[in-house]
């Protein structure tokens, strides 16, 4: 059964979190479907605040934009509008179209670095891994100025992240066949040694040890380079998760980054509260993830809390109980309702990928549909 709120939404209050979104983009070849290394061509033709708000990525075939601090909804759907016609037209001018879906559903041929220092060794330190297909992420950042607080939510955060992935399952074809995974991205990135399922730290002191020790040993090149799923930005005063594809449609991106930001809240309260992160062992929460990467939200997902598999969307019922007082402070509870209705009526971008491909037998079909989404507002 669906969540039902016992209360009416409510205008957000003053304890309302800040947000702000990362999303990543393909460049696709509109006749072939392959990925196109024209990053460059596209960032060079943004411009103003477009431009500033634009970030190379590791790839030649993809594009990164960025919102400023957003104090709600509203706001950030309006910016993620902006960036993306921006982004848009800029492919188009490059002879690309910019593609939101998560890993590259049919070949990318040029798989070099960008020339930068950085990414060269990356590639050197991790060889053909470094050079695997583009695959495009979505981060949430809420605003949690406090890095002792930050590491503590991130421990609670663990239980539920799985619930989040599943949501935004985005990536089931590659090299033009499907996977039989809603999230191939996710597949893909398991390869790497410092991304993951976050895991549990005493304090704030005990993540950053835990950090040296782990650059000492060659795993990561600095400290930028811890993409577990949920982190203290080493660059914002935020927690930063980071464990879902990038979504096909706005108002998909708009319902994610606004259950992690309610969610952030809701563990902010708990651990002032003294209420301690559940332990939950590091195979079980692997485990979990792998599952809403296979399942997204058409099958079932693993409960860290008892244990054992359940329908997918008893999950997601059961994390809007746990988040609706901070989604009604904020806000959102309302926007949120109607669109998780959207999403349990029309599925995930995974489902939705895997639906057209079954109509039309066409993967480009598939491409423009995402394209399409993509550019809608």
């Known amino acids: 059964m669906a969540y039902r709120p016992t209360v009416v939404d409510t205008v957000p209050d003053l304890s309302t979190l800040t947000l702000g979104v990362e999303e990543e983009y393909l460049l696709i070849d509109p006749d072939s479907g392959r990925n196109l290394p024209v990053a460059d061509q596209v960032l060079a033709a943004l411009r103003g605040r477009a431009h500033d708000q634009s970030r190379q990525e590791f790839r030649h075939s993809m594009v990164e934009m960025v919102t400023p601090v957003c104090a709600d909804l509203g706001e950030l759907r309006a910016q993620l509008v902006t960036l993306r016609r921006s982004a848009v037209e800029a492919a188009r001018a490059a002879g690309a179209r910019l593609v939101a879906v998560g890993a590259t559903p049919v070949a990318e041929p040029h798989r070099t670095v960008p020339d930068e220092p950085r990414y060269h060794a990356m590639s050197r330190r991790y060889g053909p891994v470094a050079h695997d297909p583009a695959v495009c992420g979505y981060h949430v950042h809420v605003g949690v100025p406090d890095r002792e ?52 730290f005493d304090s704030a002191a ?124 904020h806000g959102d509870l309302g926007y949120v309702l109607a669109q998780l209705a959207r999403l349990r009526r029309d599925g995930t971008g995974a489902t939705r990928q895997r639906r057209v491909l079954e109509r039309t037998g066409d993967l480009r079909a598939v491409i423009d549909d995402l394209a399409a989404r993509t550019a809608a507002g």
């Open 149 to 200: 607080l930050a590491v503590q939510v991130c421990n609670h955060l663990r239980l539920w992240l799985p619930v989040v992935q599943a949501i935004t399952t985005n990536s089931p074809l590659h090299d033009g066949y499907d996977t039989g995974h809603a999230s191939w991205r996710s597949m893909q990135l398991e390869r790497w040694p410092s991304i993951g399922p976050t895991p549990y």
């Open 206 to 329: 005990d993540y950053d040890r835990t950090l040296k020790e782990l650059i000492a040993a060659g795993i990561m090149l600095d400290a930028a380079m811890v993409y577990w799923y949920a982190r203290p930005s080493p660059a914002y005063p935020t927690v930063e998760v980071r464990v879902g594809d990038v979504c096909p449609d706005v108002d998909d991106a708009v319902l994610v980054a606004a259950l992690v930001r309610s969610l952030v809240a809701t563990l902010v309260d708990d651990v002032r509260a003294g209420v301690s992160a559940p332990p939950v062992r590091d195979c079980l929460v692997a485990a979990a993830h792998w599952r809403a990467a296979h399942d997204g939200l058409d099958g079932e997902l693993i409960d860290l809390r008892a244990g054992g598999a359940r329908p997918a969307w008893d999950l997601v019922d059961d994390l809007m109980a746990v988040i609706a007082p901070a989604l009604l402070r």
